[in-house]
């Protein structure tokens, strides 16, 4: 049981990838695009449980000597006149880090001791008695003991395993579209968020640039088009989302997709597992990353203490984590109406809560609160 494939080379992935590796498995990583993703959005870590699967790892320092260090975040009017403003640790975490940098600080250190297949993915999977029967776009077919979907949202891994339907993916009414600006568009470690009803125009300071993202409503939404789509959605907006949106035009790390979570009755199947949204995506404000670190943690953890018992790893895997997972998802569900709230009334509402957000004691309780679900498991000492 020393061979291992996972799907996904994000976040999940490679750190799935580190415990193995240190476990003595031998893993393969396969991920479809040619080479490491660059830029992308910032995400966070929060609170003891996900600081310490990092220390575990060796890497907390690293990431720390990486992270955004974003001081606050302002809702701004039609003129850009600041309406509320918040500490930025309600949103970034203890630690913040553009995606891009940490995939790369994960792919340093599993290079070394995993095997990756860049620009290839899985198009076939026969389970079999002895093992899976994979088989590639590109590399040749081969055999694992077992195989890993740590491929996101929309897995390919859970399709060819579980047949999972679209039922499956519950979309919470947004799409989202993310992409690094060339500049710092004037902003100095800080953030901005200008929201009319049903879309919400924010761009954040990551380092020498800045990151644009929209959030809206997914009515009307042309899937195949999404440039056309989010520039349709934002046409006549104000503040300076028309110099956004001409900045989209050229963006060549442009992301664009539902905000949606992923439910499923069981994370694994004979001998293939999920990890990471392939499992539970919770959507945004559900602790994504974190969540993945500490289910790679867990999920390795089992595999070496049941050594060739890969089915009674799984269960304690789902068991330990399915709990933690569900308050993410909970969390992530509730704080979808502070994307891009549909009237204005919401979006005065919510301005007003955040102006209460560096006061005593709101600022200590919205703190206790947005890392609650972070720190919400024990996690084993393996």
Not at 6 to 20: N, Q
Request: glycine share 10%.
């Amino acid at each position: 049981m020393d061979d291992i494939l996972i799907s996904g080379a994000s976040v999940a992935g490679p750190a799935l990838a580190y415990w193995l590796s240190r476990y003595g498995f031998n893993v393969t990583v396969v991920e479809k695009a040619p080479a490491l993703r660059g830029g992308g959005y910032a995400v966070d870590f929060r609170g003891r449980v996900h600081l310490d699967v990092l220390a575990r790892m060796g890497l907390l320092d690293v990431i720390r000597s990486r992270q955004t260090h974003l001081s606050s975040i302002s809702c701004v009017d039609g003129h850009g006149s600041p309406v509320a403003r918040m500490p930025a640790e309600i949103f970034a975490g203890d630690v913040e880090i553009l995606r891009g940098d940490l995939g790369r600080i994960l792919y340093s250190a599993t290079r070394d001791s995993a095997e990756y297949l860049f620009g290839d993915s899985i198009t076939g999977l026969a389970s079999q008695a002895g093992g899976v029967d994979i088989t590639f776009s590109h590399a040749a077919p081969r055999r694992f003991d077992l195989v890993i979907g740590a491929d996101g949202l929309h897995s390919q891994v859970r399709r060819l395993a579980f047949g999972a339907g679209p039922d499956v993916v519950r979309d919470l009414g947004y799409y989202v579209s993310i992409f690094a600006l060339a500049g710092s568009f004037g902003l100095d470690r800080s953030g901005v968020m200008y929201s009319v009803p049903g879309r919400t125009a924010s761009v954040f300071s990551a380092g020498d640039q800045a990151i644009a993202q929209f959030y809206f409503s997914s009515a009307g939404v042309d899937v195949e088009s999404p440039q056309k789509s989010v520039a349709e959605a934002f046409a006549g907006v104000g503040w300076r989302v028309p110099e956004l949106l001409a900045a989209m035009a050229d963006a060549p790390d442009f992301y664009f997709d539902s905000v949606s979570q992923v439910v499923m009755d069981r994370w694994s199947t004979g001998r293939v597992a999920l990890i990471g949204d392939a499992a539970c995506a919770a959507g945004p404000g559900g602790n994504g990353t974190g969540n993945a670190v500490v289910a790679a943690y867990v999920l390795a953890g089992e595999l070496a203490a049941a050594r060739g018992d890969y089915r009674t790893a799984f269960a304690r895997y789902e068991q330990l984590l399915r709990p933690y997972v569900a308050r993410e998802q909970k969390q992530a569900t509730g704080g979808s109406q502070f994307l891009a709230p549909a009237t204005q009334q919401k979006i005065d509402q919510r301005n007003r809560l955040f102006r209460m957000l560096p006061y005593l004691p709101a600022k200590r309780a919205i703190r206790y609160l947005s890392t609650r679900t972070a720190t919400a498991i024990n996690l084993p000492d393996y």
